[in-house]
């Protein structure tokens, strides 16, 4: 079976989907399948392999662009000449007209929970959805809330959605704490304790929500942590860096941007917890990778985090201000609490990992060719 991935946003966001398709296509290579043939399809200007040796995969370049106008009717015209059997398209939009199965990963629907959090370019996108998963022959969904949302909101048969949970990074694991610290400081001059948060800075995150209950943390329990974010600006993040100012908090919030996962990991271990007081997650990878770490963590009750962590975080209302303030006390004060968590974090993120969602996306392959 000749099997193409869609690898072209891994050039363009190596963040969130980009990063599942990374570790995907690494462990389906890891599999070693005898019978298939991967085509990795990446950007002709991404000069990286994501795939190093003969493991059945091979590289094909391609000239369309990701998150383009004319991207479908140019990946159509691309892709009809590498006589797929199937293409696996992980950013959910197939090519137009095909001669081969389909296959899409739906990550989740909060463009459509929350269209006001969107650029009018990011709405043209999204806004395909419907389109794409009536042209596909199966939907791969990342958890069961986005397969139940995908239900729900757009009308999906249920036997059309497979639900196949994502994995941390194996990168992310608990290092010696102090050697985590000296990292952490020796390259971003970080020398306190400090409270992270890590993902994309974008309004459903809720970081104002968080740069509130960290001033509530100062002015009334007289904590002086840093807070650090870790992550790029998305869109419409302006918001965040204005509440910044508003709270005078400018001299206690480090922004760090983009941060590569080789330092990531030193973040976390480093961390005193890690707070993710989202809106919406179609899964929630950022507490999955903390956890891996040993951290522990304040996660938003919402979406799929809490099918995602189970019991192993702290669960908020990331609209109950005060109590994401108190959630954050209780962390930083209370031993049993911690130690708590991080036990029950370590056993938690050892169900997932990026094998047995290879296994699982190979059988949703095979199974579609049998078909």
């Known amino acids: 079976m000749r099997i193409g991935i869609d690898a072209r946003l891994v050039y363009?966001?190596?963040?969130?989907?980009?990063?599942?398709?990374?570790?995907?296509?690494?462990?389906?290579?890891?599999?070693?399948?005898?019978?298939d043939e991967f085509v990795l399809l990446q950007s002709r200007k991404d000069k990286t392999a994501i795939i190093r040796g003969n493991n059945g995969f091979r590289r094909k370049s391609l000239w369309t662009p990701s998150h383009n106008r004319f991207e479908q009717p140019a990946l159509s015209f691309e892709v009809s000449r590498l006589k797929l059997d199937l293409l696996h398209s992980p950013d959910f939009i197939p090519p137009f007209r095909r001669n081969y199965r389909s296959v899409i990963t739906i990550h989740d629907l909060a463009f459509l929970l929350y269209p006001h959090f969107l650029t009018k370019e990011s709405a043209r996108y999204y806004g395909q959805i419907d389109q794409a998963w009536r042209r596909t022959d199966h939907i791969i969904a990342v958890s069961e809330a986005t397969k139940q949302d995908s239900i729900k909101m757009l009308g999906v048969p249920e036997k059309k959605i497979t639900v196949i949970h994502e994995a941390a990074n194996p990168i992310y694991r608990p290092l010696p704490t102090d050697e985590a610290k000296h990292h952490v400081k020796d390259k971003y001059g970080i020398d306190k304790d400090f409270i992270l948060?890590?993902?994309?800075?974008?309004?459903?995150?809720?970081?104002?929500?968080?740069?509130?209950?960290?001033?509530?943390?100062?002015?009334?329990?007289?904590?002086?942590?840093?807070?650090?974010?870790?992550?790029?600006?998305?869109?419409?993040?302006?918001?965040?860096?204005?509440t910044v100012n508003r709270l005078n908090l400018e001299d206690h919030v480090a922004f760090l941007g983009r941060v590569p996962s080789a330092d990531l990991v030193h973040l976390y271990n480093a961390a005193q917890l890690l707070v993710h007081p989202s809106f919406y997650e179609g899964f929630g990878l950022t507490p999955l990778e903390a956890l891996n770490c040993g951290t522990p963590a304040i996660v938003s009750n919402t979406a799929a985090l809490p099918e995602i962590v189970g019991d192993a975080t702290l669960l908020i209302d990331p609209h109950d201000i005060?109590?994401?303030?108190?959630?954050?006390m209780r962390v930083l004060t209370e031993d049993d609490l911690r130690q708590d968590l991080v036990n029950k974090g370590l056993k938690r993120a050892a169900m997932f990992s990026w094998e047995k969602a290879a296994q699982k996306t190979l059988e949703v392959y095979h199974k579609l060719r049998n078909n």
């Not at 363009?12 to 005898?34: P, T």
């Open 197 to 242: 948060f890590v993902s994309t800075i974008e309004p459903r995150k809720n970081l104002p929500g968080l740069l509130q209950a960290f001033r509530r943390l100062r002015d009334n329990y007289k904590r002086d942590e840093l807070l650090v974010l870790a992550g790029a600006n998305g869109w419409l993040w302006e918001e965040v860096y204005e």
């Open 322 to 328: 005060e109590g994401l303030t108190v959630a954050m």
């Open 12 to 35: 363009y966001n190596r963040a969130g989907i980009g990063e599942y398709i990374v570790q995907l296509a690494r462990a389906l290579a890891a599999l070693k399948s005898k019978d």
